[in-house]
């Protein structure tokens, strides 16, 4: 089977869960036999053609973003994209099936399946009216959601990582609850299983010191990731836990904000912002975490809960969105109240307090992550819809047209 799939994400150009997605997902896909060519934007160096086995991944020089607003330049990225597809095409032949990820890629998506009568299958991982928490603010966020509308309509199916996630499609774009599939995301716990056998002693210490129990966030520093919510939530932890530090790593427009924050509730000391850290830094600081917490607004699945459940680190989320379907309450994990800081600061104090009952929920998610969300499966269910969209599509008058 060949697949044209599209993304406006792919290593080294990697901005979110949608980037770490299709990092993962396309080895695993072509490990299983797939003749997949990736179709992205060179935003972030890596050569122009790449190829490993049945992987191809082709990336497109894109104009210059200092031309356009931001909705044109995606526009216009598109175009680009859409050409790169033809060439394939020419050069190997059509696909069988393509899959586009997300609206940044619905225009080449959409209008290379009209062109050439091939269905589209589509992943949503994110809704604009979903980080709005229901609302729409702003041009932008109008076009952005009639976009993501369209990309749903024109898709044979839609693919999205939680039930969520599904719920949101019938609510925002009255998406067919049958049109849809769920299906999680996944990782890769071999990256800590390596680390396993490493003194991570001195690692540690250069941002605890052994007596500190280290409270630990990684993603973007946005306001859907609630970290405001985690410095409210400091002065509570810190009042019956002295020894908890807090390592919050990452970047975004939140982060100077926070910064101002804990310097006003007087926990600034105690809060180590480390800005961005490199996969091998963020991997050790999983495991040498004694508590990873997510206390998300919104958040459609939740792969940074993932992670840390792979490294065997006790997590801590707020019960909203994906995150409430990957960790479940006092079995894999400890779920609070969204938006709440004393639910969270709870939900911290009790893990903190109580290490061997934090470490058996960590021992239980570990096997979960091993049972449920591994690649290899995820890539067998998502071949499984390909299949599926093909034969339905060769049975219909529309391939036909």
């Given amino acids: 089977m060949r697949v044209y799939m599209f993304s406006w994400e792919y290593p080294p150009h990697v901005v979110g869960g949608l980037g770490k997605h299709i990092m993962e997902l396309a080895p695993a896909l072509a490990a299983e036999g797939v003749e997949l060519h990736v179709i992205t934007p060179q935003l972030s160096g890596g050569t122009l053609e790449e190829e490993r086995g049945k992987l191809f991944v082709h990336r497109v020089r894109m104009p210059r973003m200092h031309e356009y607003d931001f909705l044109s330049f995606v526009q216009e990225g598109n175009v680009h994209l859409l050409q790169q597809a033809q060439c394939i095409l020419d050069h190997v032949g059509p696909p069988d099936v393509l899959h586009g990820h997300d609206w940044l890629v619905s225009r080449a998506s959409v209008e290379f399946k009209h062109r050439q009568r091939i269905p589209l299958v589509a992943t949503i991982h994110a809704t604009e009216r979903g980080r709005g928490r229901g609302r729409l603010v702003g041009q932008q966020a109008y076009a952005i959601n009639g976009t993501e509308w369209w990309l749903t309509y024109e898709a044979w199916r839609v693919i999205c990582a939680s039930h969520y996630m599904a719920g949101q499609l019938g609510d925002y774009f009255a998406t067919p609850p049958d049109k849809i599939e769920v299906i999680p995301n996944g990782i890769d716990p071999a990256r800590f299983q390596a680390l396993e056998q490493e003194d991570l002693g001195l690692f540690r210490r250069g941002y605890a010191t052994p007596e500190e129990k280290i409270v630990f966030y990684v993603g973007r520093i946005v306001q859907e990731k609630g970290l405001q919510v985690l410095v409210e939530a400091a002065p509570r932890v810190l009042d019956r836990y002295p020894q908890a530090k807090f390592i ?32 091998e830094v963020r991997d050790r600081l999983y495991k040498v975490a004694d508590v ?36 479940q309450h006092a079995e894999t994990g400890i779920t609070v109240y969204p938006g709440d800081a004393d639910s969270l600061a709870w939900g911290i104090l009790h893990t903190l307090e109580h290490p061997l009952w934090a470490h058996q929920r960590a021992k239980n998610a570990y096997h979960q992550v091993l049972e449920q969300y591994n690649w290899t499966s995820i890539a067998h269910r998502t071949i499984q819809t390909y299949k599926r969209v093909r034969r339905e599509a060769d049975e219909s008058e529309w391939s036909a047209q």
């Fill in 248 to 279: 919050i790593s990452g970047t975004g427009m939140l982060l100077d904000t926070l910064r101002h924050r804990a310097g006003e509730l007087g926990v600034y000391e105690r809060i180590y912002f480390t800005g961005f850290v490199p996969d």
């Fill in 292 to 327: 990873a917490v997510f206390p998300s607004i919104y958040e459609p699945f939740g792969i940074v809960a993932l992670e840390a459940m792979a490294a065997g680190t006790p997590v801590v989320v707020a019960e909203t969105g994906g995150l409430a379907n990957v960790v």
